[in-house]
């Protein structure tokens, strides 16, 4: 299993959250190994299932 994308304060991402501008397009993972890309408004971009 992949080892889960963490958040700036160190914990594993989770749907729904902003996410850096940086890592708009890119795909992340959860505690649980469900993948999430960075997208939606580039201005203010969120994990958000596939």
Known sequence: MRSCTHTSS???IRG????PQSK???SGWDAQGRR????GSRSHP???RP
């Open 36 to 39: 999430y890309v960075c997208k």
């Open 24 to 26: 708009y397009g890119r």
């Open 16 to 19: 729904g959250q902003f996410c």
């Open 10 to 12: 160190g914990s594993c």
């Open 46 to 48: 969120h994990w958000m």
